[in-house]
């Protein structure tokens, strides 16, 4: 995603639940509550429940099925993220404030057969943190996969953002993004990707700048 707009809280202690409040429903919730001060290394559970700069996230969503592979879907994130003692370096580099605040992010997808589209928005008042900066209130995202194709495991997706600053002084931002996750083996997952962001809001001496990457991913 070219804009950063999730707030993302480190690796250390944490809370998580997992609710399905009806039976035989898709209905579901998910939660989690998170030390994120920063500091691996000296996490302790004493500091986790004597200090305030914690991570809190809601996500309730529903599954509607169709037929088999057709689905619709959707859910709703809440997320506080309170100010971090440790917040990233880079967002001094960046020159963005870090100040607690909420975000909600709204998610749809719809399968049918083997093609899925999704789109998604996000609004986020939380700037900076201690995993990588938030520099972005508003965002939207839209896209579409297709599962298996030449009927190789895996799937093809291509995907567009906006993402607008919390400087309103500096550009929109936009970007696509194209990518293929192949399965070469049954614990082996091989994804090249390709990036394109349109008017980069942190380097205004570029128009266009292209990323291209690989990603593998092993299972043992």
Same mark, same amino acid.
């Given at each position: 995603m070219p804009g950063h707009v999730n707030p993302v809280a480190p690796p250390g202690f944490g809370i998580q639940f997992d609710l399905r409040? !009806?039976? $035989? $429903? #898709?209905? /579901?919730?998910? *939660? !989690?509550?998170? @030390? &994120?001060? *920063? &500091?691996? @290394?000296? /996490?302790?559970? $004493? #500091?986790? %429940?004597?200090? =305030? @700069?914690?991570y809190y996230g809601l996500e309730i969503g529903y599954f509607w099925k169709r037929a088999p592979n057709d689905f619709d879907h959707l859910h709703v994130n809440v997320v506080y993220a309170a100010e971090a003692e440790q917040p990233s370096p880079i967002a001094a580099v960046l020159q963005v404030g870090t100040t607690p605040g909420w975000l909600v992010k709204a998610h749809g997808s719809k399968q049918i057969d083997r093609w899925v589209v999704f789109g998604n928005y996000t609004y986020n008042t939380s700037q900076g943190g201690p995993q990588g900066p938030t520099v972005a209130d508003h965002s939207v995202t839209a *896209?579409? =996969? %297709?599962?298996?194709? %030449? #009927? !190789? $495991?895996? #799937?093809?997706s291509f995907g567009a953002v906006w993402a607008n600053s919390f400087n309103r002084s500096l550009r929109d931002q936009y970007g696509i993004e194209t990518y293929w996750k192949i399965l070469f083996a049954s614990d082996l997952w091989v994804t090249p990707n390709l990036q394109l962001i349109f008017n980069p809001t942190y380097n205004t001496t570029k128009t266009v700048l292209a990323v291209g990457g690989i990603k593998l991913r092993l299972f043992f």
């Open positions: 409040p !009806i039976k $035989n $429903n #898709e209905l /579901y919730f998910t *939660g !989690i509550i998170h @030390d &994120q001060n *920063g &500091q691996p @290394d000296v /996490y302790s559970w $004493n #500091e986790f %429940f004597t200090k =305030a @700069d914690h *896209g579409v =996969a %297709f599962l298996r194709p %030449f #009927e !190789i $495991n895996g #799937e093809w």
